[in-house]
T-cell receptor, first 111, second 114 residues
């Protein structure tokens, strides 16, 4: 069975500061890992995904995440937060047949 | 190209009433998934269609929920009768290939049962 844990339901950073959203997963098979973002009144948008290959994955809007098998982690980072990054972020793990999501982390960006 | 579209965007109904949610996947996507997020909790899988067939409906909470995908195009999710705990956001996703490496999500339907 797969599961995802997102540490911190709310994260607040100042504009220009580092964004770090934590995600740990468990999976009995090599996982496919995803980060989705949901802006207010919009659907889930794929930020980035890891399937195979390079463990550092770059996504849209300057976000990236690193797959660390030894730590079973897939943390999302962005060097400098923008006001427009305020949204809810979801980490997900898939074995191709089933996708499991974390509870989400709401990111607030302070001016 | 149009994305995944869900109707309505919001629905408020009374306990005991019936509500039908609709999802139009991306054209040509055989795989269609329904998910639900209840009040700040994780997004949970409900079921998966491949064309018109239910591939996996292990996440359906109970027999008050009925999903259909006649003709393998759009899908409906009916809740009858609705209960208070059914409130949440219902997401639909579609993918061209079997498997969830490239799933596109709709904007969701926010259902409130009062």
């Amino acid at each position: 069975a797969q599961s995802v844990t997102q540490l911190g339901s709310h994260v607040s950073v100042s504009e220009g500061a580092l964004v770090l959203l934590r995600c740990n997963y468990s999976s009995s098979v090599p996982p496919y890992l995803f980060w989705y973002v949901q802006y207010p009144n919009q659907g889930l948008q794929l930020l980035l995904k890891y399937t195979t290959g390079a463990t550092l994955v770059k996504g849209i809007n300057g976000f990236e995440a690193e797959f660390k098998k030894s730590e079973t982690s897939f943390h999302l980072t962005k060097p400098s937060a923008h006001m427009s990054d305020a949204a809810e972020y979801f980490c997900a793990v898939s074995d191709l047949n089933d996708m499991r999501f974390g509870a989400g982390t709401r990111l607030t960006v302070k001016p | 190209e149009a994305g995944v579209t869900q109707f309505p965007s919001h629905s408020v109904i009374e306990k005991g009433q019936t509500v039908t949610l609709r999802c139009d996947p991306i054209s040509g996507h055989d795989n269609l998934y329904w998910y639900r997020r209840v009040m700040g909790k994780e997004i949970k899988f409900l079921l998966h269609f491949v064309k018109e067939s239910k591939q996996d409906e292990s996440g359906m909470p109970n027999n008050r929920f009925l999903a259909e995908r006649t003709g393998g195009t759009y899908s409906t999710l009916k809740v009858q009768p609705a209960e208070l705990e059914d409130s949440g956001v219902y997401f639909c996703a579609s993918s061209q290939l079997q498997g969830l490496t490239e799933a596109f999500f709709g904007q969701g339907t926010r259902l409130t049962v009062v």
